[in-house]
């Protein structure tokens, strides 16, 4: 009976071993450049339209609607440059780059705030 209870605790711990390490070798993946420094501007650009946004609401609520105009314009041309750096990521196999790009900017900010 020991010895059953032996061979079956040896046999599950060598099991679950040799499961550990093949897990780990297939979970790092390398990143295309072209892909990273697209959503290196992906990210500037969000930051971009976020601050631009603030801005024109500050400037509407000083009641300066030629600055809240041309901010507006500002804006209008950020997310054309979005919307085409989104097509090309998405060609390059990034899902919802928009997406992950502020989930990216979320985490940059949270590590910053200590």
Known sequence: M????????????????????????????????????????????????KKDKRQRAEALENGNKAKAKALNKDIHADQKDMNQDRKQLQADGVKHPIKRADKQIHRQNMGHKG
Do not use: Y
Not at 20 to 48: C, F, I, L, Y
């Open 2 to 49: 020991k010895k059953t209870i032996f061979l079956l605790t040896t046999g599950l711990i060598f099991t679950g071993a040799a499961m550990a390490q093949t897990g780990a070798t297939t979970g790092t993946t390398t990143q295309n450049p072209a892909v990273k420094s697209g959503m290196k501007d992906m990210r500037h650009d969000v930051r971009e339209v």
